[in-house]
């Protein structure tokens, strides 16, 4: 057996923390992305933007980890509705049946948890459109930005 092998440690993917501020009927006034490294760093970031309002954290990749193999990316949609959403890019594999099962594990975990209205997208994002970073990662204004018609089907 040989001796001279060693486990290679990959950088796993960047956390995708965002700061949701919440009215007090529970609408999302706005939704900030926050460049936080761990769970300590995004809860205290999130903590000194607290201003009058409630917020709530946000961690994309645990979404996208719960659906795992099912989905490639998620845009979380909400600012200024009374329910998130999202825009969810499918990876090869998807099935809607599966995708369901495990979303109805998440029914009861808290309102950021909870997302009410999702949208299983056809078309993968676009580098053209800058939906996708130089770096590989969801671009998640641009995303919400060219499918606004979509957000706003979501939510009627």
């Not at 099912?70 to 959403?85: C, N, T, Y």
């Not at 671009?139 to 919400?144: E, G, R, T, Y």
Request: glycine share 8%; proline share 6%; net charge negative.
């Amino acid at each position: 057996m040989p001796t001279n092998l060693r486990l290679l440690d990959y950088p796993s993917p960047p956390r995708a923390y965002r700061v949701l501020h919440l009215a007090a009927d529970g609408r999302v006034l706005m939704a900030l992305p926050i460049p936080a490294e761990s769970d300590l760093e995004a809860l205290t970031m999130a903590e000194t933007l607290k201003g009058e309002c409630a917020v709530e954290l946000w961690d994309g990749l645990r979404f996208i980890e719960h659906f795992a193999p099912m989905v490639r990316d998620v845009v979380i949609a909400g600012e200024g509705r009374s329910e998130l959403a999202a825009l969810v890019f499918p990876a090869a594999g998807f099935s809607q049946n599966v995708f369901d099962g495990k979303r109805r594990t998440l029914e009861g975990t808290g309102s950021s948890n909870t997302i009410r209205r999702i949208l299983i997208l056809d078309e993968p994002p676009s580098l053209d459109a800058g939906e996708i970073t130089d770096k590989g990662t969801i671009n998640q204004k641009a995303v919400l930005q060219r499918r606004a018609a979509l957000v706003e089907k979501l939510y009627r």
